[in-house]
C-alpha cells in the first residue's frame, strides 16, 4: 500500500494533460477520447452487466492463481463480492469502452477486417463487457483459469446477448505457448491476469507475432508492486515499442512505426 502511495505521488508530479502533449497522434487520444465527458447509451448496459452480478447472492468455490501461476488454494467466495473486488471499475470500464470504440475500424469500409481482442483475465467479465460494447463486430477471445468463475461469466455473456465473445478456459500460459499466434493479428489485448513480472515479460514475448501497426496493448496495474512497474520499463524499451502512455492504473504500449520513440505519463 505504501509503495502504491509514493509511486501515485511520483506519477502526480510527472503526469500531463493534453497541453503538454505535442503528438497529434497522442493529442487526440487523449482529447477526443480519455477526456471525452458525454454520456453514452453503452454506459447503462455496463452498469446492468455489473449491478446483476452485485446482486448474485450465490457463491462459487474459486481456483485461485497466485504466485508464478501456481494453483495455491480453493476457496468459496460470493459472485457479488468477486464482481467488488476483482473487476474493472465503472470509471475505468467506460474509459475501456471508449478506447475500443475510438480504435475500430472504420465500419463505413467495407473490406476493413474486423477487429480481433484478446483479454488474458476474464474474472466476471466485467471488462470483457467493455470491450464488446466498445466494438460488438469485433472477435473477442478472453482466457480464464478458473473454470467456476468463468461459467458465470459464460452465462453473463449469453444473458446480455454478447454473441462475439470467445470465453476459454485455460491457465494463460499453456494458452499462449500451444496457440499458434502467428496466424492471429490482435488489434488490441487487455492484459489483465497476473500482475507478476515475468509472467507479464513472458507473454509480451509469446504475443509479440500478433501485432500490427495499429496495435494497442493495454497492461493494468502497471503500478501495482516494485515487480510490475520493472516490468513496465523493460516494456518501454522494448526496440519494437514506440509509444506508450502511463496513466497510472494502465500502460498502454502502441507499436506504430511512424511514431517516434516516446513515453507519456497523463493523467486521466
Ligand atoms: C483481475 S482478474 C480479471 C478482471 C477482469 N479483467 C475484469 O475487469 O473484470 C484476473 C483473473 O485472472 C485469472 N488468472 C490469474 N492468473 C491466471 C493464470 N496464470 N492463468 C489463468 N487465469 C489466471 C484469475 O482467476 C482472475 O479471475
Given at each position: 500500500?505504501?509503495?502504491?502511495?509514493?509511486?501515485?505521488?511520483?506519477?502526480?508530479?510527472?503526469?500531463?494533460?493534453?497541453?503538454?502533449?505535442?503528438?497529434?497522434?497522442?493529442?487526440?487520444?487523449?482529447?477526443?477520447?480519455?477526456?471525452?465527458?458525454?454520456?453514452?447509451?453503452?454506459?447503462?448496459?455496463?452498469?446492468?452487466?455489473?449491478?446483476?452480478?452485485?446482486?448474485?447472492?450465490?457463491?462459487?468455490?474459486?481456483?485461485?492463481?497466485?504466485?508464478?501461476?501456481?494453483?495455491?488454494?480453493?476457496?468459496?467466495?460470493?459472485?457479488?463480492?468477486?464482481?467488488?473486488?476483482?473487476?474493472?471499475?465503472?470509471?475505468?470500464?467506460?474509459l475501456l469502452f471508449r478506447i475500443v470504440n475510438y480504435f475500430q475500424p472504420d465500419p463505413s469500409v467495407s473490406e476493413q477486417a474486423e477487429q480481433s481482442i484478446l483479454e488474458i483475465g476474464t474474472s466476471l467479465g466485467l471488462a470483457t463487457s467493455a470491450?464488446?460494447?466498445?466494438?460488438?463486430?469485433?472477435?473477442?477471445?478472453?482466457?480464464?483459469?478458473?473454470?467456476?468463475?468463468?461459467?458465470?461469466?459464460?452465462?453473463?455473456?449469453?444473458?446480455?446477448?454478447?454473441?462475439?465473445?470467445?470465453?476459454?478456459?485455460?491457465?494463460?500460459?499453456?494458452?499462449?505457448?500451444?496457440?499458434?499466434?502467428?496466424?492471429v493479428n490482435y488489434q488490441l489485448i487487455y492484459f489483465d491476469g497476473n500482475h507478476q513480472k515475468q509472467a507479464t515479460l513472458d507473454y509480451f514475448e509469446l504475443l509479440l507475432p500478433t501485432i500490427t501497426n495499429e496495435t494497442l496493448w493495454i497492461f493494468d496495474d502497471i503500478h501495482w508492486s516494485s515487480e510490475m512497474e520493472a516490468a513496465w520499463e523493460i516494456i518501454k524499451t522494448h526496440p519494437k515499442v514506440t509509444v506508450t502512455i502511463d496513466t497510472f492504473q494502465w500502460g498502454l504500449v502502441f507499436f506504430r512505426k511512424e511514431q517516434r520513440k516516446e513515453h507519456f505519463i497523463i493523467r486521466t
Open positions: 500500500m505504501l509503495f502504491q502511495i509514493k509511486s501515485y505521488l511520483k506519477f502526480l508530479w510527472h503526469s500531463k494533460n493534453e497541453h503538454a502533449v505535442h503528438s497529434p497522434f497522442v493529442f487526440d487520444l487523449v482529447t477526443k477520447c480519455f477526456y471525452d465527458k458525454k454520456s453514452k447509451p453503452e454506459y447503462q448496459i455496463l452498469k446492468e452487466y455489473r449491478n446483476s452480478l452485485l446482486e448474485n447472492k450465490n457463491s462459487i468455490e474459486v481456483t485461485d492463481f497466485g504466485a508464478g501461476s501456481k494453483v495455491f488454494k480453493n476457496n468459496a467466495r460470493s459472485i457479488a463480492k468477486i464482481a467488488k473486488t476483482a473487476g474493472i471499475s465503472s470509471k475505468r470500464a467506460e470491450l464488446f460494447l466498445g466494438n460488438p463486430k469485433a472477435k473477442i477471445t478472453t482466457l480464464e483459469g478458473c473454470p467456476n468463475t468463468m461459467a458465470i461469466a459464460k452465462n453473463q455473456f449469453q444473458l446480455f446477448n454478447f454473441n462475439t465473445v470467445n470465453p476459454i478456459v485455460t491457465e494463460f500460459s499453456n494458452y499462449l505457448k500451444n496457440y499458434q499466434l502467428s496466424i
